[in-house]
């Protein structure tokens, strides 16, 4: 199996992949990338060198090519599972769940429920922009990710002020506007398999007030959504999927619900997402992810036992950030061991990503959630509140 990509995510796949037998090939950029330490072979490329990867794959002889996690990867893998004749999900599909103009197009072409959308490349664009939108909207890059270059836009000037940095972190120098939605999001995991996608979750996203609006700091299992909106989202979710192509893979769908119970998709991505979904999936449903998208790049058969849920778990996923958040902001003198988080009651995982001499910022970007605490209980509610009281355990003492 060829990774492409051998960060800390990828990392776990990389080595459940030998837990299930396989020779793991991986290829990072970075030397010191841990996943590279921990496959069978590791290779120094960066990944956006589609023909580099192909090298590699064609000579090491891979059945098989995967990203988990890595937004920037997925376009890249389905192109070097082309050059090689190996099972993907296809380079247009590929585009389509990870270039947000792209996809927008193409749902609005399907009459999926969306925000209105503009694309834009200069600032010369951005009044047209606008007046297509309205107001609020927000602002992000076509193709990046983990919440990087995305901003709430109330007027021109905003536009003005933050355009820049939204097309620098775009590959292709483009960016797009969108209506902004208040209301309550949802993200799905759901296996595409065939042609036929089985939602396998639905869970509330939570998001932090303030500038780092669109990161999820609480994941919560069941939704606290149910009857007919829920199935309106669900419906809306599969054909999200089916609009975009994906006929064998696993789909990362995130909704927005609005009070008036329309629900409007945000994107698609066409991978494993990060941010702990993998762990949701896993003790929410009894599915392993990692699993399936291993035998999906190898084309082999993903039976229901692998790919329905087997039980149904309420849990909640607490994100360790700050402001807001348990975290305190500042340089990290000391960090306290995570027992106490550990033993608290309903707990089943926590982790914290932080060293001393660091430093916490006020949460912004998917990247500034330092760590998780995830618990489960009878409910989700009373998941949350264990959850929650567990994370405020995390002794982390700043200068
Ligand atoms: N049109 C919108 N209205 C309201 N919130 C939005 C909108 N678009 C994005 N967001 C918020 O920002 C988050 C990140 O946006 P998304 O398009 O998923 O970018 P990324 O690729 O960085 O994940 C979303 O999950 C959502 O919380
Ligand atoms: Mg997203």
Redesign the pocket.
């Known amino acids: 199996m060829l990774m492409v990509g051998a960060g800390r995510h990828q990392r776990r796949a990389i080595e459940r992949a030998q837990e299930l037998g396989l020779r793991v090939v991986g290829v990072d950029r970075n030397p010191d990338a841990p996943g590279l330490a921990a496959a069978d072979v590791g290779e120094v490329v960066d990944f956006t060198d589609v023909e580099a990867v192909t090298e590699v794959g064609r000579r090491r002889g891979v059945d098989g090519v995967l990203t988990v996690s890595a ?1 920037r990867a997925v376009p890249v893998v389905a192109a070097v599972a082309e050059a090689l004749g190996l099972p993907g999900i296809g380079t247009e599909t590929a585009h389509a769940m990870t270039h ?1 103009v792209a996809m927008r197009r193409l749902l609005a072409e399907r009459g999926v429920p969306q ?1 209105e959308f503009a694309a834009l490349r200069s600032i010369g664009e951005r009044r047209a922009a606008l007046e297509a939108v309205g107001l609020p ?2 602002l ?1 890059p076509a193709d ?5 270059g ?1 901003f709430r836009i109330a007027s021109l000037d905003d536009l003005e002020a933050h355009l820049h940095s939204a097309l620098s972190e775009s590959a292709t120098g483009e960016a797009i506007v ?6 309550l ?1 949802l993200n799905g995991l759901a296996v595409a398999r065939g042609g036929e996608v089985e939602l396998l979750t639905l869970s509330d ?1 939570l ?1 932090p007030p303030g500038i780092g ?4 700091w609480t994941h919560l299992y069941p939704s606290t959504l149910y009857g007919d909106v829920l199935a309106r989202v669900e419906e809306t979710v599969v054909r999200a999927i089916h609009a975009l192509g994906l006929r064998n893979g696993i789909a990362f769908p ?1 909704v ?1 619900v609005s009070d008036d119970g329309e629900s ?1 998709i ?2 698609v ?1 066409a991978r494993i997402p990060g941010g702990q979904m993998a762990d949701l999936a896993r003790h929410a449903v009894g599915v392993d992810l990692v699993e399936i998208a291993l035998r999906q790049a190898l084309g082999l058969d993903v039976p229901d036992e692998l790919a329905r849920p087997s039980f149904t778990q309420p849990l909640a996923i607490k994100f360790l950030t700050a402001s807001p958040g348990p975290l305190p902001t500042g340089r990290v003198a000391s960090i306290g061991s995570l027992d106490k988080v550990l033993a608290f009651p309903g707990v089943v995982q926590a982790e914290l990503y932080l060293q001393a001499g660091e430093t916490i910022r006020p949460v912004r970007l ?1 990247g500034d959630r330092r760590g998780y605490v995830i618990a489960v209980a009878d409910t989700n509610l009373e998941a949350l509140e264990r959850a929650e009281a567990a994370a405020k355990l995390v002794d982390v003492i700043v200068a």
């Not at 990046?144 to 990087?148: F, K, P």
């Not at 609006?213 to 999820?216: A, C, L, Q, S, Y």
């Open positions: 937004d947000k925000p909207a927000v992000k990046s990710g983990g919440q990087r995305v969108e209506s902004f939605h208040e209301g999001e996203r998001r609006f669109g990161v999820g995130q927005i409007r945000v994107e991505a998917d």
